[in-house]
């Protein structure tokens, strides 16, 4: 399935915006994606597997606020990061 992108997380997958990963829960995407490019799940997930408070994750345009969210082939996972300041 298409997985995008954030600017924040680009430079784990050589500046793609665009990545395909496989699985039917965000979950098994997410290891997946972590497979292919390391480093990048631990950036959305917490040691809980709970994603991040500044992480969204959405499969086509419904929010997946757990890892469990199923999803298929024909799906598109977009990931959010929010950005903060001060």
């Known amino acids: 399935m298409k997985v995008f992108i954030p600017g ?6 050589g500046n793609r915006s665009e990545v395909q990963a496989a ?4 979950g098994e995407v997410l290891f997946d994606l972590d497979r292919q490019f390391p480093g990048i799940r631990f950036r959305m997930v917490d040691e809980q597997d709970r994603v991040r408070r500044h992480i969204r994750l959405y499969v ?3 929010e997946a606020p757990a890892l469990g969210k199923s999803c298929g082939a024909s799906d598109e996972i977009q990931i959010l990061c929010a950005i903060s300041g001060g």
Do not use: A
């Open 23 to 26: 699985g039917g829960t965000v």
């Open 60 to 62: 086509n345009t419904e």
């Open 8 to 13: 924040p997380l680009r430079s784990y997958t």
